[in-house]
């Protein structure tokens, strides 16, 4: 069975179709600047490639230069669009309504427009990816849609409501959803799978650190807390988001420079964190190494970031009552061993003991243990793999049809 995994961006559209015969990928892409110009990037698992700037009014034209992509030229991976026996769309916001993947049909599409509300950029871009996929495929392909939020439905009420009056939360369903849950699933259930640990009973802290971050509470394999909120803002610093703020600063930059609610949160999401606080760069890359060269701002960035995290990770200890395992993974989790060991470092009063030469080891899609055997925590790195998660939800949801 073969599926194709999208995800659509207001004016990108990445895919990745993977061979679920032994899960393999066959070929992934990305079309970018839909709406602007367009301009599609291709490569097949066997490293052929096909790049072109093509118009892309909207995103059926992008559904249309995939398609080309994906049957024919040098780097076609497939014979005909018929070769794909489902679509499965990674959507952001579930809101409280969807706490598992689900199959698409019409009101499934209304629902997540509805809750557009609650993430405007992402759902209706995934809207008009699924409107567009419809054009394209015909409604008899399977298409399934898989939520950012709904592994972070279980959590209790205790961890998802914010302290604002209740009415709130009745009126407006503000409260924490949190995000990346595909990624977490995908980390939690690879780490049951490799380590035969028993389900019951297991306390796991798994850190996704990319460009933007979240950190989760998992009990018996099930989200009890994690740090992004009603939207991907909260939490600690990431690439250009501030993470959680006293919100007086809102209200008092409002009265000292009067900004629209737009300007706030572009202040908030695109120009604060790990960018505002360097001011060399959002990438953690390029932050490390203007820091290695004695760049003062970029040090401190490092530092900052560094400290939330290691608080995150010791509040969910007492949320969870200690933890058997840390995860990490994502951009930065996967691959820089520098951040781990700063933050591990501060776990020693509990016992956590990392093993240096295997922390800097476990890079560029290494997996495995960091920590000691004798340490009283295990800290693993576990490369993400969203898109898998994706497709597997998809296999699993269209074979019962
Ligand atoms: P996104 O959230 O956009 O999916 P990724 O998970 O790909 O992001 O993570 C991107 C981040 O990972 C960037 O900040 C990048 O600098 C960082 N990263 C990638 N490789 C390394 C590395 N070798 N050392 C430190 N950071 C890295």
Known sequence: ??????????????????????????????????????????????????????????????????????????????????????????????????????????????????????????NLAHVQGIRACRECFGTEVPEVVVFDTSFHATMPPTSYLYALPYEYYEKYKIRRYGFHGTSHRYVTGHYFKITGAPVEGSRLITCHLGNGASITAVKDGKCYDTSMGLTPLDGFMMGTRTGTLDPSIITYIMEKENPTAKELSDLCNKKSGMLGISGVSSDNRDIEAAAAAGNARAKLALAMQRYQIAKFIGQYMAALDGADTIIFTGGIGENSDNLRRVVCGHFGYVGLKLDDELNKKMIRGAEGVISTPDSAIKVMVIPTNEELMIARDTKEIVEKL
């Open 1 to 122: 069975m073969k599926i194709l995994v999208v995800n659509a961006g207001s004016s990108s559209l990445k895919y990745q179709l993977i061979d679920m015969n032994g899960e393999k990928v066959l070929a992934k892409g990305l079309c970018e600047r839909i709406g602007i110009d367009g301009k599609i990037s291709h490569k097949t698992a066997d490293g052929r490639t096909y790049a072109e700037q093509i118009p892309m009014p909207d995103h059926t034209a992008a559904f249309k230069c995939v398609e080309k992509a994906l049957i024919s030229g040098e780097a076609k991976a497939i014979d005909s669009l018929a070769d794909i026996s489902a679509v499965g769309h990674r959507i952001v916001q579930g809101g409280a309504t969807f706490s598992k993947s689900v199959l698409v049909d019409e009101q499934v599409i209304s629902e997540i427009e509805r809750l557009a509300d609650l993430a405007p950029l992402h």
